[in-house]
């Protein structure tokens, strides 16, 4: 079963890319203490990920943080390199934090995962988005196949 809402953010290392190469950060660090979006996509530089859900969060971002929102992030089962210029071609700044879950460990920890191996894309994220505040998850909104309602940044917007 998936994650919850009343669950508990699970323990995992996540990848971002820094000026000084890749740095590791721990969900722990990530989350204690504070209200974090975080935000799934199947994959950098995808038609849905790439025209719709980050642009909106990019958009809505001034919104989440007058809410109480901390950290707005953004995670997808790519490596650093693929995240970073996947944020650099979106024109991101500090709006989104960008994690790489190359493995797809926290994907599974989260019970979020999706094979598309069939596709040649093998294992990445379902769709979601959540809300998470010191660890807790308050909000989350997993998407059917196809689908963009209950992840994108209006959605997340009105249930803070």
Known sequence: ?????????????????????????????????KTVVLFGVPG??????????????????????????????CMAVNDPFVMK??????GITDEVLLLADGSAAFT???????DLTARGMGVRCQRFALVAKDGKVVYLGV?????????KAETVLAAL
């Open 1 to 33: 079963m998936a994650i919850q809402n009343g669950d508990t953010i699970p323990e995992a290392k996540l990848t971002q890319a820094t000026a000084e190469g890749p740095r590791e950060r721990s969900t722990q660090d990530l989350f204690a203490g």
């Open 143 to 151: 998407e059917e196949p196809g689908a963009f309602e209950v992840s």
């Open 85 to 90: 210029a996947w944020g650099e071609s979106q």
């Open 44 to 73: 950098a530089f995808t038609p849905t990920c790439s025209a719709k859900h980050m642009p909106g969060f990019v958009q809505q971002a001034a919104a989440l943080k007058a809410k109480g929102v901390d950290t707005i992030a």
């Open 108 to 114: 599974r920890a989260l019970r979020l995962e999706l």
